[in-house]
């Protein structure tokens, strides 16, 4: 299955709060997230990023068959690492398995490079987390190491894999 990008809508916030209201989505994301993750919840995200200054960062919802499907965020980093972004995404847990990370991550990054000065986007799965990292390699991303015991998610104590795309290695739009 293949899946399209586009701006968020508020009208999308049902759909949002349906992705990401499930525990087996969030145990793969940092902490902080509402749980029960609300329609309301999901409202102020999109409004958030919405709002977000231009360039700071982009943020796409993840369609198929014209239903949202996931979310997909790259963060523009601060000071000296201005030129890098951090990516996060996740995908309804119904949805995984049919190729819509590897290919939301692959559209993201070129359009986000086609459109900014980044000159690198990164990613950090937990180690665990081998879909994540599959999907990260098969859009071409480079594993550039592991940060040993780098989190503590649910009370475990996890390694976090760092994986990267640069603009020089990423096809043109
Ligand atoms: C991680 C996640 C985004 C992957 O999305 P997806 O659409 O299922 O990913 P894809 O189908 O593009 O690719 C997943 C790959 O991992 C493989 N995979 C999945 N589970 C695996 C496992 N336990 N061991 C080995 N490979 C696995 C799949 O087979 C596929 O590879 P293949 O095409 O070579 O067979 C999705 O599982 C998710 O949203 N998880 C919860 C949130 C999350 O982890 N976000 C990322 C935080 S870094």
Redesign the pocket.
């Known amino acids: 299955m293949d899946c399209t990008l586009r701006p968020w809508r508020l009208s999308d916030a049902d759909s949002l709060a349906a992705v990401i209201g499930n525990p ?2 969030q145990a ?2 940092r902490d902080g997230l509402p749980y029960p993750y609300t329609p309301e919840n999901a409202r102020d995200f999109i409004r958030e990023v919405c709002a977000a200054p231009p360039g700071s960062l982009y943020a796409f919802a993840i369609t198929a068959r014209g239903r949202v499907v ?1 979310s997909l965020t790259i963060y523009r980093q601060q000071n000296v690492h201005t030129h890098s972004g951090e990516l ?4 309804a847990q119904e ?9 939301a991550i692959g559209q993201a990054c070129r359009l986000v490079f086609a459109q900014s000065d980044l000159l690198r986007i990164f ?4 180690g665990y ?4 990292c ?2 990260l390699e ?1 859009a071409g991303f480079t594993h550039e190491g592991t940060l040993r015991q780098h989190a503590v998610k649910n009370n475990r104590v996890l390694d976090v894999e760092l994986y990267a795309l640069l603009r020089e290695d990423c096809p043109r739009p």
Do not use: E
Not at 88 to 91: L, M
Not at 129 to 132: E, I, K, L
């Open positions: 087996k989505v793969n994301l996931g996060g995404y996740y995908i949805c995984w398995g049919q190729g819509l990370a590897t290919s990613a950090q799965p937990f987390n081998t879909a994540s599959r999907a098969k």
